[in-house]
């Protein structure tokens, strides 16, 4: 398992579009992928539990990944928050 934080670099936050493009990065892998926010951890291949974060821009989150290509999931869930579009 591996665990990180980073801080959201998406200017208009995590909006339906930019989270229906966040689950389909991390539903590439087949590790558990999680993110957590506050008191609140959600499935990263959930739409649905991607939407009650209500994550904006600027803010901290914690990934964790847990499998067999869990680092690659990881860099890509992270390179993703990280990169405005």
């Known amino acids: ?5 980073v801080t959201i670099q998406i200017s208009s936050g995590l909006e339906t579009r ?14 558990v992928i999680k993110l957590e926010s506050g008191t ?3 499935n990263a291949k959930s739409i649905m539990g991607m939407m009650t974060l209500g994550l904006d821009n600027g803010e901290s989150v914690t990934i964790t990944a847990d499998g067999p290509d869990e680092d690659e999931a990881m860099a890509s869930v992270k390179d993703y928050l990280t990169q405005d579009r």
């Open 1 to 5: 398992m591996v665990k990180d934080s």
């Open 18 to 31: 930019p989270i229906a493009m966040l689950v389909q990065v991390a539903s590439q892998y087949q590790s």
């Open 40 to 42: 609140k951890e959600v």
